[in-house]
């Protein structure tokens, strides 16, 4: 009678114990997946974040009538997302400007695969658009690269007017399996 008891007693510690396990197994997973998502959401980009990239851009130049994504310093480009790119326009007057965004190179692995990373613009890289004084017009496009395409640099530069502009960087590269699967 002893040793049943004692077993039932031992089956029940099991029990709590495997429920226990799974609840701070939950909750761990839960946390790091937070933790981890939230780290990955900064790092990624969308049309919000590159309008207030170029918003900031505007803001640390007072008086500069163009500027352009990419141009300071290299902007990440997500595979399988649709990222929003190009330059925005503040003149003091109104303003018609006539725009072109040139691919100077996209090198992967030592290679220039620019004909490859044309397809992966959807939209036309040329346009006409007027900006009114004292508002921010942009002249974007979308880069939307494949879910499994390579770590490239595309260097693209702008011309704007007819006069090329600083040149604009862009590194393509991916946010791993954690985000992808887990977020």
Do not use: H
């Amino acid at each position: 009678m002893v040793s049943k008891k004692a077993a039932i007693e031992m089956s029940m510690t099991t029990v709590v114990v495997i429920v226990l396990s799974v609840i701070m197994l939950i909750l761990g997973l839960t946390l790091i997946r937070t933790i981890a998502c939230g780290a990955i959401n900064i790092a990624g980009t969308t049309l919000e974040g590159a309008q207030d990239e170029i918003n900031k851009m505007f803001g640390q130049d007072k008086g500069k009538e163009i500027a352009c994504l990419g141009t300071k310093q290299t902007f990440t480009i997500l595979p399988n997302k649709y990222n929003v790119v190009g330059c925005g326009f503040t003149p003091e007057i109104t303003t018609t400007y006539t725009y072109e965004y040139r691919i100077i190179s996209a090198i992967s692995g030592g290679r220039d695969i620019a004909s490859e990373v044309v397809r992966w613009m959807p939209e036309k890289l040329t346009g006409i658009i007027t900006a009114g004084p004292g508002d921010t017009t942009y002249a974007t496009f979308g880069i939307n690269p494949p879910k499994d395409a390579p770590r490239t640099v595309i260097v693209i530069r702008p011309r704007i007017n007819g006069i090329d502009k600083d040149t604009m960087r862009f590194e393509v590269r991916s946010v791993g399996w954690i985000g992808e699967n887990v977020c």
